[in-house]
Each structure stands twice: as structure tokens, then as C-alpha cells.
């Protein structure tokens, strides 16, 4: 894999002309599908599955091979105390629907005066819109976080998973708003997962992706290698 990405300069979550996965830039970047396989995530000495989502449905720690390879080497590149918590992996479409346009309706509850376009664009901030390809279905997503390892996790200056409403935006990875002790965690995290070839979405410090078309907008590449996609069979890593 290419190492020495360039993140393109107009990715500033502090900006209104911040590219989201809602817009057309994104959704209309070609994918090449390459084949890979979903496999499970299996815990190491460095790398844990949270148990909420575990015992919800195993199929959530599926992502794609080359993905699962970073993952662990992201994690072996960590401070010896240090561990990657895995939320979710891959994602079926029907719930990346779910929890888009319920999304959509909390939001609308929230901005009375705002045109459906509006709330589109508002929820894509923390849930990809079905019309593309969802990083989390295509397998090429990852929600996680930073933990001691056999211990609680650290201060990311927010819970993974809080909405931009919910945190007062503060889930954005360049937020002002949290300490200090939170933003040296976010660039340990971001260290270790960029040098891997990863790209964080910048309205949540937890989801990093390889191969999908947000992260060939972040890193210029002319098309994504993972498509929409599901388990085939059990695999592990």
C-alpha cells in the first residue's frame, strides 16, 4: 500500500464548505471493486471488540482483509498500554437506512424551518445517506476508539457515537472544544491509523475507512476499490 497520503487542504470541519458524504463529490467517484473478502475481526494482545456490539450481532467486527491488516497494525504501533476498541465494522444496508432517516427525523424535530435537503445534509454529518455507497456497508468502515488495554478507555473528549447535537459538536476532530488530555488522544489515535493508510471523517473522530469513495476524496485517488457488499461465510482474520 502507498504511504506518504496528502489529505487534501479543503477538509476543515470548522468551515461551512466542509465536504460531507452527502455530496455529489462523493457519491459520484467511480468503484472498482476489487473482490476482497469480509472477514471477522478476531481480539489481540492489541486490538479488542467492544462486547455491546458483539452480543448484538458478530456480524459488526466483519470488514474487508486489507482493512482488518491495518487495523492490526495500527494497533501493535500503539503505546505498550495503549489498544484499539472496535465498535462496528461492516453494516447491513437495512440498518445504515434505519439509522439514517431516523436520523433525519430526530433532526427535523430539532430545525423546524429546515428544507429536506437541509436535514440530508445535517444528518450526513454522523450517518452516510443510503444514496451512496455507505462506508460501513461496503465493509471499508470502522468505529473504534482508544483504550487501555484490559482497562477503560480514554478520554476522547467525547463518547464514540455522540451526534454533533449531542456533543455540541465536539465530536468533530478538530473541535476547540475539548481538553487538552482529549486532543493528545485524537492525534495518538490519528498517528497510528493514518500511517496505515486510513482517513478519518472529520465530523467523527472515531470512524476511519480505507477504499471507500470518502477516502479516495481525502487521499485523490480516481476510484474506490470496495463496494456495497455482505458476508459470503465464516472468516476470520
Not at 477538509?11 to 473482490?35: A, N, Y
Not at 478476531?42 to 482483509?65: A, C, H, M, N, W
Not at 430526530?106 to 450517518?127: I, P
Not at 486532543?183 to 471507500?212: C, I
Request: aromatic share 10%; charged share 30%; net charge negative.
Amino acid at each position: 500500500m502507498t504511504k506518504n497520503f496528502e489529505v487534501r487542504e479543503d477538509i476543515d470541519p470548522k468551515r461551512e464548505s466542509l465536504v460531507l458524504l452527502s455530496d455529489p463529490k462523493i457519491s459520484s467517484i467511480p468503484i472498482s471493486e476489487c473482490g476482497e473478502h469480509l472477514v471477522r475481526l478476531e481480539p489481540s494482545s492489541k486490538l479488542t471488540i467492544d462486547p455491546k456490539f458483539g452480543e448484538v450481532d458478530t456480524r459488526y467486527s466483519f470488514v474487508r482483509i486489507s482493512v482488518a491488516k491495518g487495523l492490526y497494525r495500527a494497533s501493535e504501533a500503539l503505546p505498550s498500554e495503549l489498544e484499539l476498541r472496535i465498535y462496528e465494522g461492516w453494516r447491513p444496508r437495512s440498518i445504515q437506512e434505519r439509522y439514517f432517516y431516523d436520523f433525519v427525523d430526530e433532526l427535523r424535530g430539532m430545525y423546524k424551518d429546515a428544507q429536506e435537503d437541509e436535514l440530508n445534509r445535517l444528518a450526513s454529518r454522523y450517518v452516510a445517506p443510503p444514496w451512496i455507497a455507505p462506508p460501513h456497508v461496503t465493509g471499508a468502515a470502522v468505529d473504534l476508539t482508544l483504550a487501555y488495554v484490559d482497562g477503560p478507555e480514554l478520554d476522547m473528549g467525547t463518547k464514540v457515537n455522540e451526534s454533533p447535537e449531542e456533543s455540541g459538536m465536539r465530536c468533530y476532530m478538530d473541535s476547540n472544544e475539548i481538553s487538552d488530555e482529549a486532543r493528545r488522544n485524537r492525534k495518538v489515535l490519528s498517528r497510528v491509523l493514518k500511517a496505515q493508510g486510513f482517513a478519518n471523517y472529520p465530523t467523527e473522530w472515531w470512524h476511519w475507512s480505507m477504499g471507500d469513495q470518502y477516502w479516495c476524496f481525502i487521499y485523490g485517488h480516481s476510484s474506490a476499490r470496495y463496494g456495497e457488499t455482505k458476508p459470503q461465510q465464516p472468516s476470520v482474520a
